[in-house]
């Protein structure tokens, strides 16, 4: 059964580094989604990825985050200058056309010191 | 604004002891509800979707019920593998597909 991966699960890095979480999507999908998860609280939506462009960000994607999907398999989240409060476990999704179902890959746990 | 609360925060059953699950939702014109079940430190794994008031899926154990402010998600006779936290979520008419998650139920079932 296909599936969503993300690699690393987990990462760490120190305090204004940047990291890239990388997210292989569903083969023929083409809606793809960040959300975050900070540990105890809710599923947060990021941002949503539709034909090479942003469809949708919430507040929590500033300036310092960025998204790509720089051939045909892969997405990327990019944080420029990571902050403590980054640290969460971040999570891919992906969406065939048409069909209503993000189906979620395992999460990449980010840990910033 | 979309919003989801989830009700109880934790729930403990015995083994065979059913129950229900809630989630109150307030959206600008519904495009689903979606069950997800998470593990510790996994992702959401999908369950159901419902789009209209009236609409019932089941699935083994689950069932999941929808009305215009809430949805159920049922449990019948539960087993200890069935412990897990169970999210809610919507999907709003003003979005391009974003979920709008619950603060999520953690079931305990023990034997």
């Known amino acids: 059964e296909p599936e969503v991966t993300q690699t690393p699960s987990h990462q760490v890095t120190q305090m204004g580094q940047e990291v890239i979480l990388r997210c292989v999507p569903i083969?023929?999908?083409?809606?793809f989604y960040w959300y975050r998860q900070i540990l105890g609280q809710k599923v947060e939506f990021l941002v949503s990825?539709?034909?090479?462009?942003?469809?949708?960000k919430s507040e929590i994607f500033d300036d310092q985050f960025s998204v790509e999907r720089p051939d045909g398999s892969n997405f990327t989240l990019k944080i420029r200058s990571t902050k403590l409060e980054d640290s969460a476990m971040y999570f891919c999704?992906?969406?065939?056309?048409?069909?209503?179902?993000?189906?979620f890959g395992p999460g990449t746990r980010l840990t910033v010191l | 604004e979309d919003q989801v609360t989830q009700s109880p925060e934790a729930l403990r059953l015995q083994e065979g002891e059913s129950s229900s699950l809630n989630c109150s939702y307030t959206?600008?014109?519904?495009?689903?509800l979606f069950w997800y079940r998470q593990d510790p430190g996994k992702g959401p794994e999908f369950l159901f979707t419902?789009?209209?008031a009236g609409e019932e899926k089941e699935k083994e154990r689950l069932k999941a019920t929808l009305t215009k402010k809430e949805s159920f998600l049922h449990i019948t006779a539960p087993k200890p593998e069935d412990s897990a936290t169970y999210l809610c979520?919507?999907?709003?008419?003003?979005?391009?597909?974003?979920?709008?998650f619950g603060q999520g139920t953690i079931l305990t079932v023990h034997p």
């Open positions: 999704a992906s969406m065939a056309q048409g069909g209503g179902v993000q189906f």
């Open positions: 083969s023929n999908h083409l809606y």
């Open positions: 990825f539709y034909n090479n462009e942003i469809s949708e």
């Open positions: 959206v600008s014109g519904l495009r689903g």
């Open positions: 419902l789009y209209s």
């Open positions: 979520a919507v999907k709003g008419g003003t979005s391009y597909g974003k979920l709008t």
